[in-house]
């Protein structure tokens, strides 16, 4: 149950989510070592940058910083990217401990403190949504924007696809893995692109689309399973603007609506020509709505 970019695939494939106890987002640790975690920046130096997070887990920042979208975005406020733990150029994990989201948010806070920024906008694309969420709702002081791509579910175990209603005949050819990574959607599936765009012409193919921890992935999307951010969302007073393709297969577009509905300050958008990358399939539109967003508050 991962939501991902080309690499991964979701456990709704391949058999039914296993039940996880939910538990209330919760701070576990103070200790952290997200200061030495690899960072991007593009663009010079802005009052409140922005913080883009990728989806996964077990993915680092390549693919998302890739896209064309960014370079015109950033002549106007700095844009950060960074590997999260155990992914691409940054340390790797020592322990189970250092693989959980309360430990991922640590790490970003962690990030934050290094690079001396009093308030990030964070922006978070799939699973990095979960991440953007879950630092926010823990350091609502930080953020001045919370922007949602594609995000997951608040409550992973719930997370709803859309592969199989959408795609049937693709999806019935990928056998079951009974395999912990496979449970956890933590597996490569070569059918993945022919899913997840809404116009296949819009693939940027030949870009390096960086690396992909198996084990990462697994011992996260583990632990995100006993998460539920809901009742935590619901009381966020941070200006939101959740944004979704309308023919996302890795991401319901009711799961935006449901985010939309539980933040008091949210705005959704749907994209209606795009899947799971609406910064690659509307790159216009998806830079317009943000750079309006970034430049005012949002009212419900």
């Given at each position: 149950m991962t939501f991902c970019k080309p690499c991964c695939l979701a456990l709704a494939l391949c058999v039914a989510a296993p039940s996880w106890p939910a538990l209330a987002y919760e701070q576990a640790s103070t200790a952290s070592r997200g200061d030495s975690l690899y960072h991007l920046t593009m663009g010079a130096p802005s009052e409140v940058p922005l913080v883009a997070?990728?989806?996964?887990?077990?993915?680092?920042?390549?693919?998302?910083?890739?896209?064309p979208v960014w370079k015109d975005m950033s002549?106007?406020?700095?844009?950060?990217?960074?590997?999260?733990?155990?992914?691409?150029?940054?340390?790797?994990?020592?322990?189970?401990?250092?693989?959980?989201?309360?430990?991922?948010v640590r790490d970003l806070e962690a990030l934050r403190q290094k690079l001396k920024l009093d308030r990030i906008d964070l922006l978070g694309h799939s699973w990095g949504g979960i991440v953007s969420m879950a630092y926010a709702v823990r350091y609502p002081e930080h953020v001045g924007h919370l922007i949602l791509v594609g995000s997951g579910a608040p409550k992973p175990a719930e997370h709803e696809f859309l592969f199989d209603k959408l795609y049937p005949e693709i999806v019935a050819t990928i056998p079951a893995d009974p395999s912990p990574a496979g449970q956890m959607g933590c597996v490569a599936v070569d059918a993945y692109d022919r899913m997840s765009y809404y116009d296949q012409r819009?693939?940027?193919?030949?870009?390096?689309?960086?690396?992909?921890?198996?084990p990462v992935c697994t011992e996260v999307m583990l632990d995100a399973m006993k998460l539920d951010l809901y009742p935590a969302l619901a009381k966020l007073a941070v200006p939101t603007l959740v944004i979704n393709g309308r023919f996302d297969a890795n991401v319901s577009p009711t799961v935006a609506y449901k985010i939309s509905q539980t933040i008091p300050v949210a705005r959704l958008v749907y994209f209606e020509r795009s899947?799971?990358?609406?910064?690659?399939?509307?790159?216009?539109?998806?830079?317009?709505e943000i750079e309006r967003f970034l430049a005012s508050d949002v009212k419900k």
């Open positions: 997070i990728n989806g996964g887990p077990g993915l680092d920042h390549t693919y998302l910083a890739n896209a002549a106007r406020r700095q844009i950060i990217f960074y590997d999260q733990r155990g992914t691409g150029k940054s340390p790797p994990a020592t322990s189970q401990r250092d693989l959980t989201v309360d430990a991922t819009n693939k940027v193919s030949g870009g390096d689309e960086g690396t992909f921890s198996q899947g799971h990358s609406p910064y690659v399939e509307e790159p216009e539109k998806f830079a317009l």
